[in-house]
């Protein structure tokens, strides 16, 4: 159970140790706010990603928080250790989510993340994502080709990957910036070959950190009748999901891993069980 408190913040790591000595003392009742705060600003996206479900038209009434709403949160924000500003949607589409970033401008005992597709990075976002105290913005392409992200992802590779270079270029001339770009990649069938080729073209851009996950392990009857066309591909989602071929995969990933290694650039995994590297 939870007093509520939302009064007075206190510092994010005097939070945590409330929380730590509360759960140490078995309480039941605990006056810290929350340490971690997963918070969708939004459920609307501008994307219809083969493998969401927003492509399916399963987000049921998609909407942007309330930005009343948002600011009742503020005090929570600035006390909490970690911060997602994320759910099914995108983030740089929501007043929320610029309204959450300039509370917690003060915050910086905090990580603060968001995912984005970054199709919407223009420069004025970027100048205010880097005026902000943003920690990580993980940017998900599930590609590194043209067409590959096309046949996912349904926009322009080109320009999505100019918006996130730009993003970097402009971090590395901020020196005292703490924000860290991730590239993220959601394996499935129709991609795991592009799987060495991503982490060279994170690096290539400027990114910090290539990840890898993948589909959802679904039951296949459940999924069976989740099929989205994007051109000439057709996704079925039964037919993408990796079981039969994580020999495959997995020799991918390793050596993905290696090259990170030698690239210097950071590399993570996680997912279903079936994803996993020595
Ligand atoms: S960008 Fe994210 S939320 Fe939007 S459709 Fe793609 S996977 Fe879904």
Redesign the pocket.
Known sequence: MYALKNSVASSPFDNEKEAILAWEQGKEVVTNNPVLLSIEST?V?????V?????IGA?HRPKHMDQEIAGKLENFLKSAKNVQL?????PLLSPAFWQFLSAIKDNHQAHIEV???A?LLTDTAIEKILNSNLSTINI?L?GCSREMYKKI?GESFEKVAKNIKRLCEKRNERPDSKLKVWLNM?IMKENYKEIVHFVHFAKAIGADHTHFNDLNDFDPEALASWAVTKGDFTFKYSEQMIGDIIDDVTKNLQEAKSHAEILRIGFSISGNKKLHLE
Not at 86 to 90: A, D, K, N, S, T
Request: proline share 4%; aromatic share 0%; hydrophobic share 25%.
């Open positions: 459920s996206c501008n994307l219809r990603c493998m969401c479900p927003h492509a987000v994320h759910g099914i949607g995108e995912n984005s597709n199709v998900s599930d992802r959601t």
